[in-house]
């Protein structure tokens, strides 16, 4: 095989016990990258996950979240509280290189498929576990669902103006990060294991990963008296950015602005007002009132125009595109991304 077409985890063995979508989407990032990826299913309708659906597309009598998490995966149903299948799923731990589960805390300790345990059947194995909020805590017994890690994590009280209520993301963001965290911990723990021959453990919770997601804006939190960031209340974007951070209305659409200069972006847009706000603390104590300025201005042109005034300045700015505009890009297609979907 040419080293053109060989994937850096071809030959190694990954079984997902896992549903829904933070363990199954780390395993989908293993046989992306050559893993042979067994996924265990109960015998009853396997993964909740093909009935869990987003939209009234299906595919094959399965919901197509289902479909887009589990693609390149081959399927095993098992029934783990039966001593045959049991025996069966034992052979294959034997031979695996990695191991994913997401169950609640308690529950895979019952079924005898904890790390402990299967450590001793095969000491190479590298073991990964997520769970919603850690397994110890007032929390541990939690639904881990992105929805309420979210809320409880603060991340959806950052989102939206400062009269609207906390707003989620549109993506199951907790989830996705979860797995991302796992896959890396795996890949580390894979190559800790070339070099001693011993495999390992590696736990993620959503909490943690969605609170690693906001450490940015946290650290700050921390080293500013514990202070809370106020949301915007025209276009927020950033609690803790100033003036003109955001996305605005156009004549025809929308337009967003990145940071840079009010004074610039003043005379860029050929918008007076905004040339008093000189002191660039203003940009932040006044941050309303300038946002509220540009939102009437950009109201007056298309979307196109101002991005023609802008971007040779080399202002940050962006048109706001939806998914059919995006995917109809050129810039788009360059990337090649929907090959083999």
Not at 172 to 195: E, K, P
Not at 223 to 248: H, K, Q, T, W
Not at 305 to 316: F, G, K, Q, S, V
Request: negative net charge; aromatic residues 8%; charged residues 25%.
């Amino acid at each position: 095989m040419s080293e053109a077409k060989f994937k850096p985890l071809e030959g190694l063995l990954v079984l997902d016990f896992a549903q829904f979508l933070s363990g199954p989407s780390a395993a989908l990032r293993l046989a992306d990258l050559g893993a042979r990826v067994i996924k265990v299913e109960r015998p009853d309708g396997g993964d909740l996950c093909r009935r869990l659906y987003v939209s009234n597309l299906e595919l094959d009598g399965d919901s197509t979240l289902f479909h887009s998490i589990n693609r390149n995966k081959e399927s095993v149903s098992a029934n783990l509280k039966d001593p045959k299948d049991l025996k069966l799923i034992r052979a294959l731990i034997e031979k695996a290189d990695v191991m994913i589960q997401n169950f609640r805390p308690g529950v895979i300790e019952r079924m005898g498929l904890h790390y402990e345990a299967v450590r001793e059947w095969n000491p190479r194995l590298v073991y990964g576990e997520i769970t919603g909020y850690g397994k110890t805590g007032p929390w541990s017994g939690k639904p881990g669902q992105d929805l309420l890690v979210q809320s409880l994590s603060g991340l959806a009280w950052l989102n939206g103006n400062a009269d609207q209520p906390p707003v989620p993301f549109g993506l199951s963001v907790a989830d996705m990060f979860a797995g991302a965290h796992l896959v890396q911990g795996i890949l580390a723990c894979l190559v800790r294991r070339s070099v001693t021959g011993k495999g390992g453990c590696v736990e993620v919770s959503l909490l943690e990963s969605i609170l690693d997601f906001q450490f940015e804006v946290l650290t700050t939190h921390m080293n500013d008296g514990g202070r809370l960031p106020e949301r915007s209340a025209v276009n927020n974007a950033n609690a803790y950015l100033g003036a003109p951070y955001g996305i605005y209305r156009t004549a025809d659409g929308y337009l967003a602005l990145a940071m840079g200069s009010v004074v610039q972006l003043g005379r860029l847009l050929e918008c007076e007002a905004l040339l008093r706000f000189d002191d660039p603390s203003t940009w932040f104590t006044r941050r309303d009132e300038i946002k509220t300025i540009l939102s009437d201005h950009l109201q007056s042109r298309p979307t196109g125009d101002w991005i023609a005034r802008l971007e040779p300045a080399d202002y940050w700015c962006a048109d706001v595109l939806n998914w059919k505009q995006l995917l109809e890009h050129e810039a788009f297609r360059v990337l090649d991304m929907t090959r083999g979907w």
